[in-house]
Antibody, heavy 122, light 110 residues
Framework: EVQLVQSGAEVKKPGESLKISCKGSGYSFTSYWIGWVRQMPGKGLEWMGIIYPGDSDTRYSPSFQGQVTISADKSISTAYLQWSSLKASDTAMYYC???????????????WGQGTLVTVSS | QSVLTQPPSASGTPGQRVTISCSGSSSNIGSNYVYWYQQLPGTAPKLLIYRNNQRPSGVPDRFSGSKSGTSASLAISGLRSEDEADYYCAAWDDSLSAVVFGGGTKLTVL
């Protein structure tokens, strides 16, 4: 069974750093992109960026470029999303998803991880 | 303000057919595939339709997708109570070099 399992909920203070993870299993981790999607409380889905663990090719949404860092460790089939200095506005649910590549573009997102809730509050 | 435009809400009674629209532009829907995701309350999104009108295995054929020009639609026939969820359309945008989502449509089964 193809699965993405994300790390647990986090409560942080503004200015702190954070790295959350997404571990893939049941498929060739280096043959698909992993993407990250933000969902703020009561809001819709926002694409943050993707990484191809096979060669670490990483692309960011213009809205998130410079705000977060996406990385992966293919030796343990795990992708990461990290912040160097959190803000209250980073409070959201973050999902990872396996993404098929078609003609050098993202195709379908499937499956999705269960989500990691990040709460940033003083 | 989402790049793809969806109605915020839709509703229907059990057994009815409902459609949810998704409007974009030539740089996204007009030149790329459309995808639909279903998010049941309190859960992660799930792939419902890919490449405009393809259903992943396990998705009932009550769900169908279509695309024409810069717009797309998701149709749900034989509406059931368990279809109550948020539905999102998505596409690649050539101008933004990004995946763009619609704002989501909350479907209520009356």
């Amino acid at each position: 069974e193809v699965q993405l399992v994300q790390s647990g909920a986090e409560v942080k203070k503004p200015g702190e750093s954070l790295k959350i993870s997404c571990k893939g299993s049941g498929y060739s981790f280096t043959s698909y992109w992993i993407g990250w999607v933000r969902q703020m409380p009561g809001k819709g889905l926002e694409w943050m960026g993707i990484i191809y663990p096979g060669d670490s090719d990483t692309r960011y949404s213009p809205s998130f470029q410079g705000q977060v860092t996406i990385s992966a460790d293919k030796s343990i089939s795990t992708a990461y999303l990290q912040w160097s200095s959190l803000k209250a506005s980073d409070t959201a649910m973050y999902y990872c998803a396996r993404i098929k590549r078609i003609a050098a573009r993202p195709d379908w997102f499937d499956p999705w991880g269960q989500g990691t809730l990040v709460t940033v509050s003083s | 303000q989402s790049v793809l435009t969806q109605p915020p809400s839709a509703s229907g009674t059990p057994g009815q057919r409902v459609t949810i629209s998704c409007s974009g532009s030539s740089s996204n829907i007009g030149s790329n595939y459309v995808y639909w995701y279903q998010q049941l309350p309190g859960t992660a999104p799930k792939l419902l339709i890919y490449r405009n009108n393809q259903r992943p295995s396990g998705v009932p054929d009550r769900f169908s997708g279509s695309k024409s020009g810069t717009s797309a639609s998701l149709a749900i026939s034989g509406l059931r109570s368990e279809d109550e969820a948020d539905y999102y359309c998505a596409a690649w945008d050539d101008s933004l070099s990004a995946v763009v989502f619609g704002g989501g449509t909350k479907l209520t089964v009356l």
